[in-house]
């Protein structure tokens, strides 16, 4: 069963979600099996939003945005039999870090290899580096309880309590002092300071930094990056177990097996259908307004798009109270990442560590020392994409070939950074595009030679095409940076965190709101969740 | 001891984990890695070379071969057509199993059958004046198992079998660079899947033909533990571990009827007679004491056993086969759950099951033991219908 596009069958539902990326088709797919009659309108011509596959060179499907699943709630698994529509989960099994000195870290699933990788640069880590994951399993598995509920009630929390990470805290009340500290610690610094506690060798460090500032407009040592390492060990105390993983066919896979679970449950998706406007009668939501104008009714509208575009965009700030709408401005957007695709002809060999085998099978972090990453911000902080970026790359197809042509292969090469907000102003981007991708081919290609060469076809993507082609604003790859002051009771803003809009029977389901960003499926699940509780729809 | 496959030479080569064991006298290897979870899912998404030598075969000849099969295995061989195989099990005179496995008819008066467990006497036993001859051909066919969504691309490039032609429980002859094999589209991993049946002469040939052609197809070399993983996913309930063959059996209570371990399909009653028909007729007629059941375990419990005691839910890395007791919702004892893993790819917790027939079905709460901090509790499992994955590519 597959999406339809153009026209909704019906002219009235229960339910309208705007945005078929993945988590308005978990959200819908929720609402289905619970027996509303359920309508998604995507805007494109496939679902998935940023998680997407596409062949965009014949034979060769990409995961054009999202690369890697991560904390892919293995409950929406269960409950919306993903399996059986065709979702398979690959899991990474390394991190490798080639380094420009020759030298390289891999760090496995095997902790007794890891154990002797780290030991060549300093035997002290790789004693300390088990007990460091068992105290981030710790304190993930408290942040765990978090992203699998709707945020905490505000009221019981002062915003001044936020070192406390809310919930978090108060989990962490039954538990002894030390890791209370630790808690705290982690809410408030850098990232590289944080790991400064624990490790000596900037090797090891600074690829375990780098996961800190993914999606942020922020460097390894800036404050409140500390706590992006958490999500890191979450997905690997999952009940999932490295949650961390390539869906089989690309990570769209992930919202076609959505899209077809909320099919089977009744559901209607249509693509090419993009939202005008929210239809609003008396204040109170009654439907949408296509850009086609066609109208259709529904009891209950949801939006699984970002903040800015769901009020901004749907509501227009009209119909929204003042105060409302200075607090969405304060919101981040400020998109920090760009990413490059590649079909080549053959396996890239890394001089650091040549060969095909199983270290270039999870991610390849371009992440040398502290002083390149805080370079590379610096860059962006002046307006300007990385010289040098930090790069996060995957080559899936060395574990699932079916996205490509026997014995030829993807790389997927994320990139930051690679700033909106550009001198010129971002509407220059595309004047850039080659120069920022030929910034990131450069600097590869000292790591790889001979990459370039093997180039069959080439993506470049920047924030600005983030925005007009995935409706990311300002190319935020998280619909609103993961800094502290945008998580919790406070995403999208103060009082309006779940899932209810101050917009009478509008609802938001994307990854603005709690627990915010990434292929997690949480806000999805949450929202229909809440709604299904709260008697709207 | 144990002595090696044909295939020894390269899996030895390649086992850097050291991590073997014994499977019917001969070394095997659990996994090639340290972690077998690569392995599994080679399995799933890409090609898994997995060597099966072990197996027992033993070919079957002679103008009253179908016959004499249909007397001793609980289907009725005379049906099966040139080219196909078929699932199925056999029983001793009371009608309690022995051995499942498979048989293949080659031609009119061909066939082949596998099994888990040694069967020479017994078939030469049974064969009387039916003219059969019966060859113990176990160390002379090495074969490999060939698993995954990539298998059959793998043998397009390597053979000249007409693949498209070769459907689900399928069997031809077929030539890999020269050297004479035969491909039948079976397996223990409920995935799409070739087993390839070759002299041992031609062992490493066919290995290293099928390793150099599979690259571009990321095959892997796959060992028993993440086969065993997909078996669990697939229901394929396994001799010695789900059920005991009455050969083996010091009690009466140990030993299983096909209906019992959920092979009553296998079986065709109405016809001439065979071995166990009898006790079979009147099993059936009575009903069965026991079922096999596939058990899904409620995660949402597990976890909570887990958070009680502080920790993050664990569940056991590898497939586990040690029985423990499963109880009714009243408390009492109604079977065990024989062996279980995690699945990575349905992300739930899975068990096979033996239990009285009256709790057998689907959607029936259960109740199973697990311990957690070296307590023992009990959580909910869910009667479910195997196979727990099924796959569209298995049967496409
Ligand atoms: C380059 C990049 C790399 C990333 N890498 C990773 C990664 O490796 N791992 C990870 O976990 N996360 C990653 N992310 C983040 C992750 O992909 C997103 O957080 C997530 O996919 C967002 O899902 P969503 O459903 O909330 O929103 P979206 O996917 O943005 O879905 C919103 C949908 O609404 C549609 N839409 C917009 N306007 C309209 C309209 N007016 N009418 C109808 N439809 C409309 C859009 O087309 C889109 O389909 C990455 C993101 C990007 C951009």
Redesign the pocket.
């Known amino acids: 069963m597959a999406a339809a596009a153009g026209t909704p069958a019906k002219s009235t539902y229960d339910v309208i979600v705007?945005?078929?990326?993945?988590?308005?088709l978990t959200c819908a797919a929720y609402l289905a099996k619970a027996g509303r009659k359920v309508l998604v309108?995507?805007?494109?011509h496939v679902v998935?939003?940023?998680?997407v596959s596409e062949e965009l060179h014949p034979g060769f499907t990409f995961s054009v945005?999202?690369?890697?699943?991560?904390l892919f709630r293995p409950q929406i698994i269960r409950e919306l039999e993903l399996a059986r529509h065709g979702l398979e989960i690959i899991p990474l099994e390394s991190t490798f870090t080639p380094f420009p000195d020759g030298r390289s870290l891999a760090r496995w699933a095997d902790p007794e290899r890891t154990r002797r990788e780290i030991a060549a640069f300093s035997p002290k880590d790789a004693d300390v580096y088990p007990e460091f994951g068992l105290t981030m399993s710790r304190l993930a598995h408290f942040a765990k309880h978090i992203i699998d509920r709707p945020p905490p009630d505000p009221t019981s929390f002062a915003p001044s309590d936020l070192l406390q990470l809310g919930a978090i805290g108060s989990l962490l009340r039954g538990t002894d002092r030390d890791l209370r500290f630790l808690n705290t610690k982690l809410m408030t610094m850098s990232a590289a300071d944080f790991l400064d506690l624990w490790f000596e060798s900037e090797h090891l460090k600074t690829p375990m930094s780098a996961s800190g500032i993914i999606g942020t407009f922020l460097g390894v040592r800036s404050p409140g990056t500390a706590y992006v390492l958490l999500h890191h060990y979450m997905g690997e105390i999952d009940g999932a177990y490295r949650a961390w993983g390539f869906a089989k066919g690309g990570t769209g896979a992930v919202s076609e097996a959505l899209a077809s679970s909320a099919i089977a449950h009744g559901a209607e998706v249509v693509t090419e259908a993009?939202?005008q406007a929210l239809r609003l009668t008396d204040g109170r939501t009654t439907g949408v307004v296509l850009e086609n104008g066609t109208e259709i009714g529904a009891k209950v509208v949801v939006s699984?798009?970002d903040p800015h575009?769901t009020f901004f965009?749907l509501v227009g700030e009209r119909n929204l109270d003042p105060a409302f709408v200075s607090q969405l401005r304060k919101f981040k957007l400020r998109g920090s990442?760009g990413?490059v695709n590649l079909a080549v002809d053959r396996v890239p060999e890394f001089t650091a560590r040549p060969g095909d085998g199983m270290h270039i099978r999870g991610d390849i972090s371009i992440s040398p020392d502290f002083e390149y990453m805080e370079r590379a911000y610096d860059d962006a902080k002046y307006g300007a994409f990385s010289r040098r970026p930090y790069m996060n790359i995957v080559i899936p197809t060395l574990t699932d070939p079916s996205v490509a042509p026997p014995g030829k292969h993807i790389v997927s090469i994320?990139v930051q950074y690679a700033p909106y907000h550009i001198t010129e102003g971002p509407e220059r981007w595309p004047e850039q595009r080659d120069a920022f991708g030929d910034a990131v081919l450069d600097t590869l290609e000292a790591y790889c030679p001979g990459l370039k060469s093997s180039i069959l076809f080439k993506q470049v993507?920047t924030p600005w095409d983030?925005e007009k082609d995935?409706?990311?604003t300002e190319g935020n790859?998280?619909?609103g940076e993961l800094s502290l002051e945008q998580l919790l009771f406070l995403r999208p803003t103060a009082g309006w965190s779940r899932y209810r809009t101050p917009i009478d029977r509008l609802w938001a389901c994307?990854?603005g709101t709690h627990p915010g960003?990434?292929?997690m499926g949480a806000?999805g699940e949450l929202a229909a969740k809440t709604l299904l509780r709260s008697g709207d729809a | 001891m144990s002595i090696a496959t044909p295939f020894h030479p390269r899996t030895s080569v390649l086992c850097t984990s050291l991590f073997w064991k014994e499977w019917a006298g001969h070394h095997a290897v659990r996994s090639y890695d340290t972690h077998h979870e690569p392995e599994y899912f080679a399995i799933r998404h890409a090609a898994a070379l997995i060597d099966v030598s072990p197996l027992f075969k033993y070919d079957v000849s002679g103008p009253d071969a179908a016959a004499f099969l249909s007397r001793v295995m609980v289907r009725d061989i005379r049906k099966l057509k040139i080219g196909r195989v078929t699932y199925l099990c056999w029983c001793d005179d009371h009608g309690k199993v022995l051995d499942d496995g498979t048989v293949s008819r080659f031609a009119e008066q061909d066939f082949r059958v596998t099994s888990a467990e040694p069967a020479l006497a017994w078939l030469s036993r049974q064969a009387g004046r039916f003219r059969v001859t019966i060859e113990d051909v176990s160390e002379r066919i090495a074969t490999l198992s060939l698993q995954g969504p990539r298998s059959r691309d793998i043998l397009r490039d390597a053979t000249d079998a007409d693949l498209d032609a070769l459907k689900f429980f399928g069997v031809t002859a077929a030539t890999l660079r020269g050297i004479d094999v035969r491909l039948s589209r079976t397996g223990y991993t409920g995935d799409l899947g070739y087993e390839i049946w070759i002299h041992r002469d031609h062992a490493l040939p066919v290995w290293d033909a099928l390793m150099e052609v599979g690259e571009a197809h990321r095959i892997t070399p796959v060992g028993l533990d993440a086969m065993d993983v997909s078996r669990i996913e697939a229901g394929f309930i396994l001799n010695g571990v789900d059920y005991f063959s009455a050969h083996r059996c010091v009690v009466e209570s140990r030993k299983s009827t096909p209906y019992e371990i959920g092979l009553g399909w296998t079986v065709n009653l109405e016809r001439e007679p065979f071995v166990g028909q009898e006790a079979l007729r009147l099993e059936k007629a009575r009903g069965s004491r026991w079922a096999k059941v596939g058990l899904v375990i409620d995660w949402d419990e597990h976890e909570a056993l887990f958070a009680k005691v502080g920790l993050p839910p664990q569940v056991p890395s590898a497939a586990w086969r040690t029985a423990v007791p499963v109880y009714d919702t009243g408390g009492r004892q109604v079977g065990q759950a024989t062996s279980g893993a995690w699945s990575p790819t349905l992300k739930q917790n899975l068990a096979l099951a033996t239990v009285e027939a009256a709790y057998a079905a689907p959607g029936t709460a259960l109740r199973m033991e697990v311990t957690v901090e070296f307590q023992r509790h009990r959580v909910t499992a869910v009667v479910t219908e195997t196979p727990f994955f099924n796959p569209e590519r298995k049967r496409a």
């Open positions: 705007v945005g078929g990326g993945h988590n308005g309108l995507e805007r494109r998935g939003g940023a998680a945005c999202s690369y890697i699943v991560s993009p939202v699984s798009l575009r965009g990442s990413k994320f993507l983030l995935f409706g990311l790859i998280f619909h994307g990854s960003g990434g292929v806000p």
